[in-house]
């Protein structure tokens, strides 16, 4: 009898420290490419989980592409790398894949992608009512609809294959 309650107290301490462990743990939501490129502004920079389905990887396995399910010539897609070269994919993957990582995007400046100084730029954006933050890229710029999107790498921290 003895032993039974050690081990029942072992076994419900090791419940108790799991269960702590867990809720420290931050949660990561779930997102498709979709739904990434949609809430891109609120998502950008944050650990999040990339859902999706492995269209390509390179022959070192540094690097692969996802889409959203069955890719078709044209259909978005994004680049997945590992974060700090930290680990490899696997070059034979193919189907669902769920990454932990985060998303950066590279920002198009419409003023400054004219190689012109900031006050030619904003004399020839002021005519249709834009202003041009100058040759600095900045969310007021984007705010202002002078910066796009031009794409989106994902730094993958951990990697999980699906079926």
């Known amino acids: ?9 072992l076994l419900l301490a090791l419940f108790c420290a799991t269960s702590v462990w867990a809720s420290e743990t931050p949660q990561t939501s779930e997102y498709t490419l979709s739904q990434l490129t949609q809430e891109f502004n609120s998502l950008e920079k944050q650990e999040i989980t990339l859902v999706g389905t492995v269209i390509s990887t390179c022959k070192s396995g540094c690097k692969l592409w996802l889409a959203n399910g069955t890719y078709h010539e044209g259909d978005p897609y994004i680049l997945v790398r590992a974060k700090d070269d930290a680990f490899k994919f696997d070059t034979k993957a193919d189907g669902t894949v ?3 990582g985060f998303a950066v ?6 003023c400054a992608d004219r190689a012109k100084t900031g006050e030619e730029a904003k004399e020839e954006h002021a005519a249709d009512g834009k202003t041009c933050a100058g040759p600095a890229v900045t969310q007021t710029a984007a705010a202002e609809g002078t910066k796009t999107l031009g794409e989106i790498t994902f730094f993958a921290t951990g990697v999980e294959y699906r079926k």
Do not use: E, P, V
């Not at 009898?1 to 107290?9: D, I, Q, S, T, V």
């Not at 995007?105 to 419409?110: P, R």
């Open 105 to 110: 995007g590279q920002w198009i400046d419409g």
């Open 98 to 100: 769920a990454l932990k």
């Open 1 to 9: 009898m003895k032993l039974f309650r050690n081990g029942l107290a």
